[in-house]
């Protein structure tokens, strides 16, 4: 720790909070950031040469766990033919291609470098083809630092308790109408008042920025009907979920088809990424076919394309997305039953390699409420003394926790004991 807090302190004389991304500060869970330098596997280490299991992964883009060897291989060979040419090449072709086989609501896609690019663009987007101006959101969906749906966000937003930011003029939200995530009644209620001025329903359906919880199929059935009847834009953020909860994303998972799907991270396999995509007729309204101006210099990144193209491949081998899956599911089972032998009230949601652990009595959860009501002090302490298991968790009880295709039983074993271990000290 003694490097990360000499590091922390360097960082925070140049750097706003010492990050570059405020989830990263620990001001969730109290204590300094620990400043990693490199990562292998399902392990990640400190400065201090500490080894540490990972349930980060980037947020989510390291499924294939860290280094995967053929990824760095494809990364390596990408970049000795250059890392940027400003052109169009074949291997966002091959990119485009290889989303489309697991996602095939996306018809035409574009690739961006974040998922806040592809939410940002995925929103204008769906205002210029229906020429409307108001968007749906959801209270604790996230769906990057985006001027109008920056409003009560997830993430970070929701853990610095800052969920709608200053520097957001009012006017940029005045079309931005919130409502309440697994509630259909409240959609149709909006959508009887407002619904022919919507453009778009922008939705997490498997919300990882309140922590974890699914989307009740009911409540994508009624978001679907509704858009399909008023004609707006149903737009799935699956920039987390996509080839995380299913290999064809939540939407394979529900069977329920958006109008545009936006994604990010498993697709860059750690670079730089995001991509929206959706029915043609729709993206035939971008530049330079259509009017509506979207643009990117690194977009489409061959280097970029390397890296998620290989760890696409790797994923879509047979049985290798059931093994996360599987061993998702024996993690989230381990922790129930540990807490249970602990004594400590936990909820754990689980879909595909992706959890959500809620210290409280009231599950399951599924409503952003019951997430705000569940213990994130204790949360605070759990996140701590994993630490000092060395198992690294999210350091904020709202975000979610991600398995790559490394972590095996002993590396689920080691962290259950821990789990025990730690929930006994925090009953
Ligand atoms: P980026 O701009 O951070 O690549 O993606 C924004 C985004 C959009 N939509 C969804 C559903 C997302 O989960 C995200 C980003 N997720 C957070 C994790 N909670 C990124 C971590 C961070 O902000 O550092």
Redesign the pocket.
Known sequence: MKHSEALFEAASQHIPGGVN????AFRGVGGTPIFMRRAQGPYIFDEDYRRYIDYIGS?GAMICGHAHPEVVEAVQQAAAQGLSFGTPTEAETRMARQIKTHVPSMEMLRLVC????A?MSALRLARGYTGRNRVIKFQGN????VDPLLVKAG??ALTLGNPTSPGVPEAVVADTITLTYNDADGVREAFSQYGDEIAAVMV?PVA??MNMVPADQAFLDTLRELCTRHGSVLVF?E??SGFRVDLGGAQARYGVTPDIT?L??VIGGGMPV?AFGGRREIMEQLAPLGAVYQAGTLAGNPVTMAAGLKTLEVLSRPGVFQGLEETTRNLAEGLRERARRAGVPVQVNQMGGMLGLFFTEDGPVRTYQQVVDSDTQRYGRFFHGMLAEEVYFAPAAF?ASFISITHDASVVEQTLDSAEKVLREIA
């Open positions: 991304s405020p989830v990263r947020w974040s998922g806040t690019e939410a996230y769906h990057g630092h993430s970070g997490e990882g920025n953020d920039v987390m936006c990010g991270k995001g975000e």
